[in-house]
T-cell receptor, first 113, second 112 residues
């Protein structure tokens, strides 16, 4: 299995608090992604990174920010969490965006009360 | 990225081959076909991908029609652990920064 670790695996927090999710990889892959998965919506891309300090928005980026200061770490931050951000968050990595698959972590289940 | 169409659910007997179809009639020449699966509450797992030739790996085989408008994922000897949601995705990579668009997939149930 691809070396991807997401932390925390579960988190419960209150509306308005900041939350940071971490994705750590040991594969030295250039591309990293954050998705969220909600019933009826499948997986949707939040942000992605194509290198250290190089990030861009996905289709559901409002309310989220990301940072990548090292190849191995990609952080997703909810500056002020809202109940609509209750979801399961998956990180993925890829060696290339052409002809290479993405490999996913085990997910973080986030509940915002 | 091209849209895909999959049956919402399928059943398969344990030990038999599971053949999961996918239609992607609007696929363009540079788009690959990827298959993933997701077992309840786990992250999606990559299975196989291809462009136009049939592909086989230790998990499955991928058969792509000559016109590339449809494909079939074959699990040669399904087990109970293959019960999952299977996603067929077409992706051009470079033109869409690698974004994967997951549809509703096919719920495969393998029964004893």
């Amino acid at each position: 299995d691809a070396g991807i670790t997401q932390s925390p695996r579960h988190k419960v927090t209150e509306t308005g608090t900041p939350v940071t999710l971490r994705c750590h990889q040991t594969e030295n892959h250039r591309y990293m992604y954050w998705y969220r998965q909600d019933p009826g919506h499948g997986l949707r891309l939040i942000h992605y990174s194509y290198g250290v300090k190089d990030t861009d928005k996905g289709e559901v980026s409002d309310g989220y920010s990301v940072s990548r200061s090292k190849t191995e770490d990609f952080l997703l931050t909810l500056e002020s969490a809202t109940s609509s951000q209750t979801s399961v968050y998956f990180c993925a990595i890829s060696e290339s965006i052409s002809n290479q698959p993405q490999h996913f972590g085990d997910g973080t289940r986030l509940s915002i009360l | 990225d091209a849209k895909t169409t999959q049956p919402p659910s399928m059943d398969c007997a344990e030990g038999r081959a599971a053949n999961l179809p996918c239609n992607h009639s609007t696929i363009s020449g540079n788009e690959y076909v990827y298959w993933y699966r997701q077992i309840h509450s786990q992250g999606p797992q990559y299975i196989i991908h291809g462009l136009k030739n049939n592909e086989t790996n230790e998990m499955a085989s991928l058969i792509i029609t000559e016109d590339r408008k449809s494909s079939t994922l074959i699990l040669p000897h399904a087990t109970l652990r293959d019960t999952a949601v299977y996603y067929c995705i077409v992706n051009a990579g470079g033109t869409s920064y690698g974004k994967l668009t997951f549809g509703q997939g096919t719920i495969l149930t393998v029964h004893p």
